[in-house]
């Protein structure tokens, strides 16, 4: 296979894999083997969607009755399997959809779409109403909007509505509208999304690079885990990370960092990441000195330690430890010759000296 060819999953493309039959998973695995070793083969026989709104649209035969839906662009060496169904059922997603750069943040989004003819409408004879009134077009995009999704956008007069629309615009883009309804301001929302300064719409291998890509899009390297992966295509946190998460795992902090979030936000799924990260920065280098990943709970150690393993590499593994405060302040007790023990008399217990005591070695 070429080098310069790149191969990405999406998320959707594994939602779709985890809801087929067992049997017929394995048939897909055998087709991600092929496709993985040379999309350009003659054995994979792209077949063209002539009624696809994206002209860039491919089906690919997977056995008898089921069909993948693969991303190939006329421009460079970019191949994304985006969807695995039944034929009828794949032809109707592929039908229905679109894959684009946005023009403003250079990201690749895939939302719903439908053919529509050009028409012509004075400026003049526009009278904006809605929820978005205050945004202009551009704006929009720049919000993460699909230019073919700007009037739906317009249409929106609340809250309801927008909710009414979330399964057919990206992610991104849903959220930044939701916060904007909410009562962000447009510079706020743009500055978060730290657009780039020009975009190719064409080229998707640098948009495979950008952060709100990787939320959604896993290229596939001779480092990624692929049977990993399959095996669990519902635990999405092993690999897509949002954006502000990503920000937060491989940025070169100076001191501590103190990230806040209510519950279900992802603190851990980032403390986890950002682990590997810097294992997989410390291994690099070969500097020798572990990652500690502590917790409260012996119960929490244990399942962080499970987790981890499931996203770093037996190298990087090995750079980390996870284990609980009281069991790592015990082991550093023992190794200078401090014997602790635990007192349930208060009787028995010392008045508090006061006194901290520096233990040689011990930061």
């Known amino acids: 296979m070429q080098s310069s060819v790149k191969i990405a999953l ?15 998973q394995n048939a897909v695995m ?33 056995d008898q009755n089921y069909r993948g839906i693969v991303l190939k662009p006329d421009h460079g060496n970019v191949y994304c399997l985006l969807w695995v169904a039944k034929h009828d059922e794949a032809y109707d997603w592929a039908r229905s959809h679109k894959v684009a750069i946005n023009p ?8 719903e779409a439908t053919h529509q003819e050009s028409v012509s409408v004075p400026q003049a004879a ?10 202009k ?29 979330q399964k057919q615009i990206p992610d991104d883009a849903y959220e930044s509208l939701f916060m904007y309804a909410a009562g962000d301001t447009y510079e706020e929302l743009v500055r978060e999304r730290e657009l780039p300064a020009q975009v190719d719409t064409t080229d998707f291998a640098t948009a495979l690079t950008v952060d709100a ?47 806040l979030g209510g519950a279900g936000t992802g603190k851990t ?32 150690a244990d399942d962080i330690r499970s987790h981890v393993a499931m996203i770093a590499s037996p ?30 008399d208060e009787r028995r217990r010392p008045p508090c000296q006061c006194e901290v005591r520096h233990l040689p070695g011990l930061i």
């Open 10 to 24: 999406s998320d959707d493309f594994l939602r779709c894999f985890a809801e087929i039959p067992r049997d017929r």
């Open 30 to 62: 055998k087709f991600i083997a092929l496709f993985r070793g040379n999309p350009t083969s003659p054995g994979i026989n792209y077949e063209k969607i002539n009624d696809a709104v994206d002209k860039n649209m491919r089906s690919v035969r997977i």
């Open 104 to 111: 403003e943040g250079g990201n690749i989004q895939v939302f």
């Open 126 to 135: 526009l009278k904006p109403t809605g929820l978005f009134v205050k945004l």
């Open 137 to 165: 077009d551009r704006e929009l995009i720049r919000l993460g909007v699909p230019e073919d999704a700007i009037a739906k956008i317009r249409s929106v007069d609340s809250e309801d509505s927008l909710d009414a629309l």
């Open 213 to 259: 890509t990787k939320r959604h899009f896993v290229v596939i390297t001779d480092d990624v885990d692929l049977e990993a992966l399959l095996a669990a295509p519902l635990e999405m946190w092993r690999v897509f990370l949002h954006p502000t998460q990503r920000k937060l795992v491989e940025r070169d902090w100076n001191g501590p960092v103190r990230v």
């Open 269 to 300: 799924v980032v403390a986890m990441h950002r682990a590997v990260w810097l294992a997989r920065r410390v291994y690099a280098n070969e500097q020798g000195k572990p990652v500690l990943f502590t917790t409260f709970t012996r119960t929490l």
């Open 315 to 344: 190298a990087e593994r090995e750079k980390i430890e996870v284990v609980n405060v009281d069991q790592w302040v015990r082991g550093i007790l023992r190794r200078f010759g401090y014997r602790p023990e635990l007192l349930f």
